[in-house]
């Protein structure tokens, strides 16, 4: 699955155009492609079954999705990832890595 900038407008032909133009993946690769929208309380996949798409939507009536900071990328997810998203938690680490200092 893969995480994309957010946008939540369009439909199936708009969100694969993003996929295939913006992100050079491929809409067909049976790939499951999340979008977020704007204001992080909905979004929509889209998945390719080899017949055609499927484009799922999802609203939250309460909270709103962690989603990924950076809006030009595009970020491999895996299942336990997803299931996170979809609780309300973020997928990014809260602690950063840190450098070696140099001591005296």
Do not use: H
Request: proline fraction near 4%; hydrophobic fraction near 40%.
């Amino acid at each position: 699955m893969f995480a994309v900038r957010p946008t939540c407008a369009g439909g199936i032909d708009s969100l694969a155009y993003i996929v295939k133009k913006s992100f050079n993946l491929d809409p067909f690769s049976g790939c499951v492609f999340l979008f977020c929208g704007s204001r992080r309380d909905r979004f929509k996949a889209l998945y390719w079954d080899g017949q055609g798409f499927w484009l799922l939507y999802k609203r939250f009536e309460n909270g709103k999705l962690a989603w990924p900071n950076n809006e030009d990328e595009v970020r491999e997810l895996s299942d336990e990832q997803v299931m996170r998203l979809m609780q309300g938690f973020t997928i990014d680490p809260k602690i950063n890595t840190a450098r070696a200092r140099e001591f005296y």
